[in-house]
C-alpha cells in the first residue's frame, strides 16, 4: 500500500472536517469533490457559493455535500470578528483591521479551526506559505514552549 493509501485509509477510520479556503481554485473543487467521493472527509467550501458552484460547473464537479460559508455572509463572522480581535488586541489590532482581515477566507478557516467548527484546514494551491502560516500563528499560535512550526508540502510521483 502506498504512503497516501495509507493515509487515507487512516482517514477512513476517523472522518474529521476540512476547511479549504482557496474554493476559488478549480484544483481545489477538483480535490473536494475527490474527498467527498472517496468518503475520508467532510469538506467546508469558503468563499462565495454563487461563485464557488459556478466555478464547479464548469467542470462538472458534483460538491453537493459540501458546506459552502461565505464569511461575509456568515452567522459566525461578527463572533470571529470579536474573538480575533480580542486575540490579537495586545500586537495592535483593531476592530476595522480584525473585521477586514475575517473576510479573509484563509484567516475566516483558520478561525473555524479555532472555534472548532473545523478540524483542519488546508491551503497553499494559491496562496503563499506565508499567507497561509500567518493567519495559522496568530490564531492557532505554537504549542507552549515550541517557538516554531513547519510546513509540509507532499509531493507525489508515480514510478516510471
Known amino acids: 500500500m502506498s504512503f497516501i493509501e495509507e493515509i487515507k ?18 484544483r481545489t473543487l477538483e480535490a473536494a469533490e475527490m474527498l467527498l467521493n472517496e468518503g475520508f472527509a467532510n469538506v467546508i467550501l469558503i468563499g462565495n457559493e454563487e461563485e464557488i458552484r459556478d466555478l464547479a460547473n464548469t467542470k462538472n464537479l458534483k460538491l453537493e455535500n459540501a458546506t459552502i460559508v461565505d464569511p461575509k455572509t456568515s452567522n459566525s463572522y461578527e463572533e470571529f470578528v470579536s474573538k480575533f480581535y480580542e486575540l490579537r488586541k495586545e500586537k495592535g489590532m483593531t476592530l476595522d483591521k480584525a473585521k477586514e482581515l475575517m473576510i479573509d477566507p484563509v484567516y475566516f478557516g483558520m478561525m473555524m479551526v479555532k472555534c472548532n467548527m473545523a478540524d483542519g484546514l488546508v491551503s497553499g494551491a494559491a496562496h503563499s506559505t506565508a499567507d497561509t502560516l500567518r493567519p495559522a500563528l496568530q490564531i492557532l499560535k505554537t504549542a507552549p514552549r515550541n517557538k516554531t512550526c513547519i510546513s509540509i508540502f507532499c509531493n507525489v510521483c508515480s514510478r516510471l
Not at 485509509?9 to 478549480?26: G, M
Request: net charge neutral.
Open 9 to 26: 485509509q487512516k482517514a477512513k477510520q476517523d472522518i474529521k472536517t476540512i476547511a479549504l479556503p482557496e474554493a476559488n481554485d478549480i
